[in-house]
């Protein structure tokens, strides 16, 4: 298991976040949850983003774990993609139905899910 290699797929995964939720999708999102330019810029991030990283180091040395046999950065794509689609989709999916928020928000949240496990999918098979 390659440590650092989390640790640089959990960092990659913070700038996707960034430029998903602020620039490509930021707009979308806070309307969808109802949030105005006042309530964001009254919120204080950081306490979020540091549980989000260790959240994210905890998914990520899980997700080492089903890509360690793998051998090619194709393969830990595809793992990655797998977890996504069985485990991380699916519940967000079923979350997204007992919600009272917008169903709306499910495609860019889980959206993000993808392309940040689909980085780290590649991040970790490839840097041993």
Same mark, same amino acid.
Not at 11 to 26: E, K, Q, R, S, T
């Given at each position: *298991?390659?440590?650092?290699?989390?640790?640089? !797929?959990?960092?990659?995964? *913070?700038? #996707?976040?960034?430029?998903?939720?602020?620039?490509?999708?930021?707009?979308?999102?806070?309307?969808?949850? $109802?949030? &105005?330019?006042?309530?964001?810029?009254?919120?204080?991030?950081?306490?979020?983003?540091?549980?989000?990283?260790? !959240?994210?180091?905890?998914?990520?040395? #899980?997700?080492?774990? /089903? =890509?360690?046999?793998?051998?090619? /950065?194709?393969?830990? =794509?595809?793992?990655?993609?797998?977890?996504?689609?069985?485990?991380?989709?699916? &519940?967000?999916?079923?979350?997204?139905?007992?919600?009272?928020?917008?169903? *709306?928000?499910?495609?860019?949240? &889980? $959206?993000?899910?993808?392309? &940040?496990?689909?980085?780290?999918? !590649? =991040?970790?098979?490839?840097?041993?």
């Amino acid at each position: *298991m390659n440590y650092l290699a989390m640790l640089v !797929a959990a960092v990659v995964n *913070m700038a #996707i976040g960034f430029l998903w939720y602020g620039p490509l999708f930021g707009k979308k999102w806070a309307a969808l949850h $109802g949030y &105005t330019e006042e309530q964001l810029k009254s919120m204080n991030p950081a306490p979020l983003y540091a549980q989000s990283f260790v !959240a994210v180091l905890v998914s990520y040395y #899980i997700l080492a774990w /089903f =890509i360690s046999p793998t051998t090619t /950065f194709m393969d830990g =794509i595809e793992v990655a993609c797998l977890v996504w689609l069985g485990f991380v989709t699916t &519940t967000q999916f079923t979350a997204s139905l007992f919600s009272t928020k917008p169903r *709306m928000l499910y495609f860019p949240d &889980t $959206g993000y899910q993808l392309a &940040t496990f689909l980085a780290a999918g !590649a =991040i970790l098979a490839s840097w041993r």
